[in-house]
């Protein structure tokens, strides 16, 4: 079946960095999209960052771009986000999904808080 497990979330202060990391299985990791999401307190979940199959092609929601980076290990079956200069409203459960046959597979989560 398949699964998707985050890790690297944790405390940070502002302006810090943190790796997020997704291992995935149960599935063909290197053929399907993946991307992370958020979701802050009382607020809607949102998309952060996908990559593409194949080239590995990138993009990011404005409020991270530049800041942000996505990046995926077919060897690995991994994918990962690369944060840095984190701010206070980065706050979030950071999840990691994708979509496989008609259907979104998401991980449990891992939260990120910024805050001195």
């Known amino acids: 079946q398949v699964q998707l497990v985050e890790s690297g979330g944790g405390l940070v202060q502002p302006g810090g960095s943190l790796r997020l990391s997704c291992a995935a299985s149960?599935?063909?990791?290197?053929?399907?999209?993946m991307a992370w999401y958020r979701q802050g307190s009382g607020k809607e979940r949102e998309w952060v960052a996908g990559?593409?199959?194949?080239?590995?092609?990138?993009n990011y929601a404005d409020s991270v771009k530049g800041r942000f980076s996505i990046s995926r290990d077919n060897a690995k079956n991994t994918v990962s986000l690369q944060m840095i200069s984190l701010k206070p409203e980065d706050t979030a459960a950071y999840y990691c999904?994708?979509?496989?046959?008609?259907?979104?597979?998401w991980g449990q989560g891992t939260q990120v808080t910024v805050s001195s």
């Open positions: 999904k994708t979509y496989i046959g008609g259907h979104d597979y």
């Open positions: 149960g599935f063909t990791f290197s053929a399907y999209h």
């Open positions: 990559i593409t199959n194949g080239h590995g092609i990138t």
